[in-house]
Structure formats: C-alpha cells, structure tokens
C-alpha cells in the first residue's frame, strides 16, 4: 500500500511539475523584433539592453538592416505583403509611413498616445506620423536642414545677423566676392536630396506641392517662382556642377571655403567644425533657410525615423510592442539616444536639457529652426511621386526644359496617382 501511494504522489507530482511549467511558459515573457538600419545600431543596442534590464516581462530582440531606406522598405514591404510576423516594431522612413499606413499594415497609436502626450514633440514629426488624421507612428528620431554659414566673412563687412532672404545673402556675398567664389552651395542631383532641397524653395515661397486634400498644386504662381529661382541661382550663384550634387558634393564646396553658405542636414556641425576635415572650422554659424519675401517664415526640410507596430501581429505582442514605443520615445530615452548618436530628438525638451546643450551647443539655434519644419509630401505612392518630381524639376534646373513647361508635366503625372 505504501508503495502504491509513494508511485501514486511520484506520478502526481510529475503531472504538477509538468502543470506548472505549461503554466509558467503561459506567463513568460514575450519576445519582440525590433527592425532598424545599421547606421543608427550602436546606440540602439544599447537602449535595447537597457530596455530589457528594466524589466522581465517583454524581451526586445534586434533585427539590424543596412543602411539604406530603400532597403528597408523593400523587405518590410515583402514582409507586410507576406503577413510576416517575425518583426514586431519597424523603424520606418518619415516618408513611408503613409504608404504602409494606406495598406492595413501599421497599427493604429491614437488609443496609446493621447494629445497631451503628443504635445510633447515636435509638430512636424507628428504631422508626418498621421494619415488622414490617424496616428500611425511615433517619432524616434529627426532631422532637419539649415543653412551653415561663414560667420568670420559677414562679420569682416560688419554683418552681425545673418540675412534672411535669398537677395540678402546674394547682396552679403557681392561685398565678398573676392575671398568666397559662391554664395550658395546645395543639392540639386536627380535624387531625393534635390527633392528635400526643391520642397523647401517652394515652401519658403509661400508655395506648396500639395494642396490640403492632397491635390497636387505645383503650376501655381509661387512653385513657378520659387523653382525659378533654384535654376537661377545655378551657375550664378551657385556651382554650374550643382546638378550633380548630393550632400557630400556640396559639403565639399563649403568646406574648402569656396561658398559663403551650405544648404545641408543637421549633422554635418560636426564635420564642418573639425580642423582635420575643414578649412572653415570654427568661422561656421547656422541659421534659417532663406525665404524669398522677408518677414516670411522659414522651413526647413524634416527626416528621421519612426517607430510603427506591425498590424499582423497578436493583441499581446501589440500591447508589448507599444509598451516599448512609449519607453524608447520618452525624453529619457531620447536624451540618452541624442547623446549617443548626435541624432536630433523629436521631443522637444530635451534640446532645452542643459547636459544636452552642454554636449551640443548649436542646439541652441537649432531648435527654433526644426521647431518650422516640414516633412515632405505625404501620400502612400510617396515613391513614385519623389520620382516623379525628381525627372520634371531636375530637367528644369539643367535647362533642358522651361520651369513653366517642367511643372506642367510634373503636375500631369501627379495627377495620375
């Protein structure tokens, strides 16, 4: 009888064993795929494990791509096309949101981030995180353009505020023609950056590429002007090579001290001011874009990336998807991610951090100019229409068209979409 009982307990106290760990398995922690590029995968890493150490009941895993947004919006778009699972968070484009939004394959955060919580960014990020008024991301990081400057030449004809108006710099740079060979130095190859650049000529004009409804609206009177003038300014103004210029072309220019000015992104402060880089370090100034009119506001390009949810995956792992997104995108995390990768922060706070502008001074001047930034064109064929203005516009700034007639054809084509 003994025995019987002992095999009995043994047999019962396998089953509860075997019980518990089904029940333990139940309540482990979830696993998540956070998708990103190399280019940013450093301090990322770290926040992840920082993230993971803070707690037990959801465990961030990386999946790191190169660096390259075409890149990444091929595979999340085979993966959301497949109704993968394997990627939980995505780190998207600025510029993709709505397209993925448009398809069902982002997660709606409107029930997750309320307006007070959104309050707390920068407009433009979150303008750029909605379609049709939904909340479909949330900003990581950002970016903005400026215009860089040489401080030390507007100060040798007594300038102590910089122009704000194209015919202002042109009239600075007349003074100084025989230290500087350009007043202006930006992009205008067929590329994205010629459309970050061609955007903000037009926004700066009082101009818009589409209207409220997202009806294109590129033959009005003010893009007509404003397009005018980018083709102007080349070869005059600006080198005749401007048309093959990306960043690193045109950084170039400013950086052999041959223009008085450079149109280009936030982060090359720090290449302009190294000695070891620059014939110009330490004579650099930042300020706003030009306008055409003064007294007009400026806006500056915005980029970055957000962090969406894949709509594909289980109520569970949506919960502990957006438990993550609040953590990442909070002012700490985002303090810290500034301070690791020099990237600009979408929340605005932290560039009034005192350890933050400690660390980066020109953040200073910076803010009130990403604080009017503007994203690009937001429609979910955001591809085809980048291309789209990419071929018309470049063909009028290398004057193998009319501005009028380069517009015209842009207009048809976005039309069509």
Known sequence: MYNVTRKFLAVLFAVMLTMSVFSFASAETIELTFAFDQGVGEPTLKLIDEFNASQSDIHVNSY???????????????????????????ALDVVF????ASAGWLMPLDE??????????????IDSAKYQGTLYAMPWFTNASMLFYRKDLLDSIGITTPPSTYQGWIDAYEQLKDQVDYAFSFQASQSEAMVCNWCEFVWNNGGDILDADGNPVV???????????????????????????????????????????????SGTWNTFNNAEESSVAGNVAVCTLPVSNEGDVSHSCMGGLDVTVNNAIDDAHKQAAITFIQW??????????????????????????????????????FFPIISDGKGRPVSPMYSEVSDAIQRNVHQALTKEVSVTDALQALQTELEAF
């Open 64 to 90: 790191v791509l190169p660096q390259d947004a075409n890149n990444l919006h091929d595979d999340f778009v085979n993966k959301m096309i497949a109704g993968d699972t394997s990627v939980d968070i995505m």
């Open 97 to 100: 949101v709505s397209e993925f």
């Open 112 to 125: 997750a981030f309320d307006a007070d919580a959104l309050s707390n960014y920068l407009t433009g990020t």
């Open 219 to 265: 033959t009005s009177d003010a893009v007509i002007a404003a397009t005018q003038t980018m083709a102007d300014l080349i070869g005059t103004y600006a080198p005749e090579g401007t048309t093959t210029y990306a960043e690193t072309e045109s950084q170039q220019v400013f950086q052999e001290g041959k223009a008085l000015t450079c149109r280009t992104w």
């Open 328 to 365: 990442i995108t909070s002012f700490d995390s985002q303090k810290e991610f500034t301070l690791l990768s020099s990237q600009p922060p979408a929340y605005s706070a932290v560039y009034a951090d005192a350890e933050i502008l400690e660390a980066i001074p020109f953040y200073a001047d």
